[in-house]
């Protein structure tokens, strides 16, 4: 598949730098570098209403939730909980800052960046844990929060992608609509053309690098073919809500997504599918390397706007 042209550059300035794969460092260090990469091409951050953070309960901890509210406000508003890409070991609130700070203002829709556990400090299935009690909570507490409980939808890209997915199917009576980026449905070593193609390291994302990142999250591999870390093992979809799965072309993860928007077509869902061809994963956040980026997110909140 032929890359769009800032997609091609920005490729060829990885090769380049010549810089070690996420696989390649210490966790601490592979944090730095993700979060250093995001904050140098995400660009002009949006502006919104207000931003606030929350501890939430859970068990005998908390869990933060970063809040944005849109500039236009009232009540009942439709709301949408977030859960950060990384792999489940590197990202944060601040990587994902400037993608909630967009869809937020673009969608009108209040947005709920939750902070989860991260691994290999918490082992699956902490943060996904995290993601399911933030989310019951932010429904349980509607009301106050000047959110319209039959207006809650769960996004998330990439690990966070796995995420909502397993939240939209674990929480189905609660969650409206699901927005799944660049997810990674699927933890097995199922061979899919797109990890063939796309996953040997030239293209940001690497297969070696989500080995590492599922080493970390368990030290039991199969643990995570269970539906609750890959959602697309679940047999039985129905009843879940209406979803939007967004890939991008040259991502070894783009075939798995397809697969499973078109699973949850099959179960009678309505799933909506959209590839963009010419470009990496997780192109959202690289609007000044990447073309496409701010058109996807307007594309992604425009959806989220109408379908909540």
Known sequence: MAMDASTELFVKNLAENNGPAFHELPVDKCREVYKELVSQLSGELADIGEIKELSVPAGNSQITIRVYSPKKTEENMPAVAYFHGGGWVIGDLDTHDPVCRRLCAK???IFFSVEYRLAPENKYPSGIDDCITATQWIYDNANKLGVDSKRIGVAGDSAGGNMAAVVAQELKNIVSYQLLM???VDLSDKSYPSREE?????YLLSMK??????GHLSNDLEQLLEPKASPISNNNLSGLPPALTVTAGCDPLCDEGKAYADKLSEAGIDSEYKCYEGTIHNFYQFPLALETALE???FMAARLKERL
């Open 107 to 109: 969608s009108d829709c």
């Open 182 to 184: 660049c997810p990674a």
């Open 198 to 202: 796309y996953g040997q390291g030239e």
């Open 209 to 214: 690098d989500m080995l590492w990142f599922g």
């Open 296 to 298: 996807g997110l307007d």
